[in-house]
C-alpha cells in the first residue's frame, strides 16, 4: 500500500498515518463488503474514501448518532459508496449548522409519520426542523460502458511524466485514440518543462491519462430529475424538506439550476441540495462544497455556496470544477519502474459507478466541447484539435 498512501497523501492531504488509523476503524466493524472495498482495495479511492467516512463518522457520533444505526446502514449496502456517501453529506450538513444545540437523526422518525427519510436536522427556537432525502448520481449503464471503452486506450495513453488527455463526444466512444510509442516519447520532453513550472512542494512526477466526455450533460439531467421526482415521494409531507443529491458534477451548476423549472414541486419540498467534494490538481486537498437551490430562487439569484474548508482557492476551485464538468475516465499510475510494470495508483475504469470525490488533474481548454463534435473520420490537424494526439495534450 505504499505507492497508494503515498499518492493519495499528494492528491488529497490525507496523511498516511490517518490513512492507516482509517482502514483499521474501517476493518473494526467486522463488515466484509465495507472492509474489501475500503481497507483491501488498493487504489487512491479506496484510501481517501475511507478517510472521509472515518470522519463522517467521528462527526456523527459527536453528534449524538449510535454507532449501531451507522454500522446498521453500512451494513444494509452491499453497493458501499451509496450509504458512504450519503453518511459524509450528512455529516458536513452537520459541522456547517451554526447551532451548537441542532439535532440530528438519522433514518429520521417524521412528524407525520410514515416514511423514515435519511436525515433530519432540529433546532429548539424552530418548531420545523429540515428533512433530507439523499439520492447518489451514479454513472448509468452507458456512461459505465464508456469508462470501459476508454479504459482500453488509458495505458497506452499515459506518459512517463506529465497528463494525456483525450476530449470526445460521449457518444463517438469509437474515435478514441491511442497514441504510438514515438508520439509518446516525442512529448516526453515537453511534459518534463511543463512538470517543472508546478508550484513548490506539488508532484513534479505525476503520470496520468484522461478521458474527458463532453455532451453527457443532458442525460444526466434526466436521471437527476427521476432521482428528485422519487425522492419527493418518500419525503413526508408534514415536514419542511430538501432533496440532497451528492453532487458528481455531470453537470454545470447553472443546469443544475434550470432543472428546478421542470419539476412540479409540492408545497412542502423547499429545494434542491447539492452536496460533494472536489479534489483538484495540484491542490493537495479535498473540499467539499454544497449548494442550496431553493425552489423560489430568482433567475438573477446566485444559490448559496458553501465550502467545509476556509480556503483561499475555495471559489477558484469550485470554478475549474464547473468549466470541467462531465465524466472521465482516469489513470494515475506510479512512476517507477518499466512502463509496464508501474503499479496504477488510481483507475476509474467503470467497475465503480460512484466515487467518493470529483477529480479534475487537467482544467478543460476553452471551446474544446465544439471540438469534441467532429463527424466522420478525422484528419491529424482534426486531431490535434479535438485533443486525441500529443501536440494537443494539455499539460499542467
Not at 330 to 353: A, K, N, S
Request: hydrophobic share 40%; charged share 30%.
Amino acid at each position: 500500500m505504499d505507492a497508494i498512501d503515498h499518492w493519495a497523501h499528494l492528491l488529497t492531504g490525507e496523511s498516511r498515518e490517518r490513512i492507516e488509523d482509517s482502514r483499521a476503524r474501517i476493518e473494526s466493524f467486522g463488515i466484509e463488503h465495507l472492509t474489501e472495498e475500503l481497507a483491501r482495495r488498493e487504489d487512491i479511492d479506496a484510501a481517501a474514501g475511507g478517510c472521509m467516512l472515518a470522519s463522517a463518522i467521528e462527526e456523527l457520533s459527536k453528534r449524538g448518532i449510535p454507532m449501531t444505526k451507522i454500522e446498521g446502514k453500512l451494513r444494509g449496502d452491499p453497493d458501499v459508496w451509496p450509504s458512504v456517501t450519503e453518511l459524509v453529506a450528512a455529516a458536513f450538513l452537520a459541522k456547517v449548522t451554526i447551532d451548537p444545540e441542532a439535532g440530528i437523526e438519522l433514518d429520521a422518525r417524521s412528524k407525520a409519520g410514515g416514511s423514515r427519510p435519511d436525515l433530519r436536522l432540529t433546532f429548539p427556537d424552530l418548531d420545523n426542523g429540515a428533512t433530507f432525502e439523499f439520492k447518489a448520481l451514479s454513472l448509468s449503464a452507458g456512461e459505465t460502458r464508456f469508462f470501459a471503452q476508454a479504459a482500453t486506450v488509458l495505458p497506452a495513453m499515459c506518459p512517463s511524466w506529465g497528463f494525456a488527455t483525450q476530449h470526445i463526444d460521449i457518444d463517438r466512444s469509437g474515435d478514441l485514440y491511442a497514441p504510438s510509442r514515438a508520439e509518446r516519447r516525442a512529448d516526453e520532453l515537453q511534459n518534463r518543462r511543463a512538470m517543472r513550472k508546478l508550484p513548490a512542494g506539488a508532484p513534479r512526477h505525476i503520470a496520468a491519462a484522461v478521458v474527458a466526455a463532453h455532451y453527457s450533460e443532458q442525460k444526466y439531467l434526466e436521471r437527476a430529475r427521476d432521482r428528485v421526482e422519487e425522492a419527493i415521494q418518500q419525503l413526508p409531507k408534514g415536514d419542511d424538506c430538501w432533496v440532497a443529491l451528492w453532487w458528481t458534477n455531470g453537470a454545470p451548476l447553472g443546469s443544475m439550476r434550470q432543472l428546478l423549472t421542470t419539476i412540479d414541486f409540492p408545497p412542502h419540498i423547499l429545494g434542491i441540495v447539492l452536496l460533494g467534494a472536489v479534489v483538484v490538481f495540484p491542490d493537495p486537498e479535498i473540499h467539499y462544497y454544497h449548494f442550496f437551490i431553493p425552489r423560489d430562487l430568482s433567475e438573477d439569484e446566485r444559490p448559496k455556496v458553501v465550502s467545509l474548508v476556509d480556503h483561499p482557492f475555495a471559489e477558484k476551485i469550485l470554478e475549474i470544477v464547473e468549466e470541467s464538468s462531465g465524466v472521465r475516465p482516469t489513470l494515475i499510475v506510479h512512476p517507477e519502474g518499466t512502463r509496464q510494470r508501474r503499479q496504477r495508483v488510481l483507475f476509474r475504469d467503470g467497475q465503480r459507478r460512484l466515487f467518493p470525490f470529483n477529480l479534475v488533474l487537467d482544467r478543460d481548454p476553452p471551446g474544446i466541447r465544439e471540438a469534441a463534435a467532429f463527424e466522420g473520420d478525422p484528419s491529424e490537424e482534426e486531431r490535434v484539435a479535438r485533443g486525441v494526439v500529443p501536440d494537443a495534450r494539455r499539460i499542467h
